[in-house]
């Protein structure tokens, strides 16, 4: 049994990536440092990277990622944790399906920014009409997934349940969970990711704390390297929290041979 | 006797009227006897397991289970056609799925699990996930989870209809086994009229849609059964019997889904 390694290595996949932004950060480093027109509206990698560190010590940087991820965990958590309920009953219910189906639909196409001003004369101007709308945001794929995992079980599993005379709440826990959950966690990745843009959205319309706001704050005071920083903080929540998910999904999903995450 | 069934029928109701599956169906099985069915594709076998089983009302008629002792053993237990393990669930917790809903506790069956696991040879997949099994072993690990439940009678429809040759005539064999050690009775559904005669007692056939009971044989085989009797005569009569009586059927089936495409190119073109 020696010799023959047929299990493909692990991360194998991960070093062309790597060697790809690497060059691609080299040549605008290059590029940036050696023309004057490049160097307002793109700033050398070096230049955003000190941009980053001063921010990072002075404390600013983790004030304002912490504002953003704040709006962001109250909006995902209160817009998360209905769509798992609601798209658990609509995958199991073709009643309830089909009676709150049109409306999923119709609500679903708005944007939801637009909500935003509506929000904030209800609900004033605090954070509350911003999470709502994040929430919103967060709520639509979440519901969408859960639902069409639900109803991609195999109606056997329901019956093999049945037949050995499962009670419903084990059915519940072994059957409906379970079966759906490959594509709950595919919608909370869409859902997270849906409720990241619309929070930096909506801070660069109506915040003065936050990611969004900081971009909006350096494009408006001409502080282009600024923009840069924050964007790549935006960029790398984004990258973290899908490698998050996609280690819990490998924790959450084993049986799953090709990982829909 | 272990259970019977009077003047069962049942119809499905469609978009357009109605399916009729099964049409006044009587039979019974004895304690511990071995039944097997054939009939043709559609003739509401998987109907007339999951009406025993208590999945599906009937229509008419009744399913009559025996006066037993409530000695905490399940009815009945239903292997099905796709054997239906939970992909999410190891071999191990499959196998003891059947008896976690009675509510047995975990380390008692997981234990209970175990021992059948090991005497079908499988411990070494105990912890697999069913994906990473082959269809044989699929097949092994959902009888398995109806057997240690110990029901009063095993249901099985076409378990072993997806294996080739080789698989399906070892798997027979230990389906045996396992029937011989246990105090179960079987009905056992198959389209395969050998497999039938080889391991029943009796066995049930079945007319086209909506199924009837057509005739019933009764094998003349002793036991303890071993498989060679497949290539005795008494069991090549019983097979040329059988295939007598479905073949009518076989045939009509076969005819209507031949013609119906040669009659409409026989239109006249104008
Ligand atoms: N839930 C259902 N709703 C409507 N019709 C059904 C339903 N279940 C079965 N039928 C119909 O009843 C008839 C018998 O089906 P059944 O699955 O019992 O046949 P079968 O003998 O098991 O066939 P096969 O040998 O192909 O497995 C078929 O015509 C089928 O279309
Ligand atoms: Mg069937």
Redesign the interface.
């Given at each position: 049994m020696s010799g023959g390694n047929a299990r493909p290595r692990r991360g194998a996949g991960a070093w062309p990536a790597f060697l790809v932004i690497a060059v691609l950060l080299g040549l605008w480093e290059t590029w940036a440092r050696t023309s004057d027109s490049a160097s307002i509206l793109f700033p050398a990698p070096s230049v955003i990277a000190a941009v980053l560190v001063r921010e990072l010590r002075s404390g600013a940087l983790v004030r304002t990622v912490g504002a953003t991820l704040g709006r962001l965990a109250s909006g995902l958590a209160l817009g998360g944790v209905p769509a798992l309920l609601l798209g658990l009953t609509m995958g199991f219910s073709p009643r309830v399906r089909a009676a709150v189906d049109p409306l999923v639909a119709a609500a679903h196409a708005i944007p939801k920014i637009a909500v935003l001003p509506i929000l904030m004369i209800l609900l004033g101007l605090g954070e509350a009409p911003k999470i709502a709308v994040v929430a919103a945001a967060a709520f639509f794929p979440l519901l969408i997934s859960t639902m069409s995992g639900v109803r991609h079980i195999s109606p056997i599993h329901f019956e093999v349940a049945h037949g050995y005379g499962a009670s419903a709440p084990r059915v519940f826990w072994r059957v409906l969970v379970p079966g759906s959950l490959p594509q709950i966690l595919s919608g909370v990745r869409l859902a997270f990711n849906a409720a990241l843009l619309i929070t930096i959205a909506l801070e660069i319309v109506a915040a003065r704390t936050g990611l969004g706001a900081t971009i909006w704050l350096a494009w408006q005071t001409m502080r282009v390297e600024e923009l840069y920083a924050s964007l790549a903080v935006t960029s790398f929540l984004g990258v973290g929290f899908n490698a998050i998910l996609a280690f819990a999904g490998r924790r959450l999903v084993p049986w799953h041979s090709t990982p829909e995450i | 006797m272990s259970f019977r069934c009077e003047h069962l029928s049942k119809s499905f109701a469609m978009r357009d009227g109605f399916v009729q599956a099964l049409d006044d169906v009587t039979f019974s099985v004895g304690e511990r006897e071995f039944v097997s069915i054939v009939g043709p594709s559609g003739c509401g076998k998987t109907t007339l397991l999951?009406l025993i089983?208590g999945?599906l009302r009937p229509s008419a008629g009744s399913v009559v289970p025996s006066a037993a002792p409530d000695d905490g053993r399940?009815a009945s237990?239903?292997v099905?056609q796709?054997h239906?393990l939970?992909?999410?669930?190891t071999v191990l917790e499959n196998v003891a799925?059947?008896l976690?809903?009675?509510g047995v506790g975990r380390s008692e069956r997981h234990e209970r699990a175990m021992t059948f696991i090991s005497s079908v040879g499988l411990a070494p997949f105990a912890h697999a996930?069913?994906?990473?099994l082959s269809v044989g072993m699929r097949q092994r690990v959902g009888i398995g989870?109806a057997f240690v439940?110990d029901p009063r009678l095993l249901l099985l429809d076409e378990p072993l209809g997806s294996l080739d040759a080789q698989t399906r005539f070892l798997l027979q064999e230990e389906l045996l086994r396992l029937w011989t050690r246990s105090r179960s009775a079987v009905v056992y559904v198959t389209h395969d009229i050998e497999e039938a005669v080889v391991l029943g007692d009796r066995v049930l056939v079945l007319t086209g849609r909506p199924g009837r009971i057509q005739g019933e044989i009764t094998v003349p085989l002793g036991r303890p059964r071993k498989l060679e009797y497949a290539v005795d005569e008494k069991v090549t009569a019983l097979k040329w019997q059988i295939w007598k009586m479905l073949e009518e059927e076989a045939r009509r089936s076969l005819a209507l889904s031949t013609r119906e495409p040669v009659s409409s190119v026989e239109e006249p073109v104008p």
């Open positions: - | 999951k089983a999945l399940p237990a239903l099905f796709e239906g939970f992909p999410w669930m799925f059947g976690e809903t009675r996930w069913p994906h990473q989870r439940t």
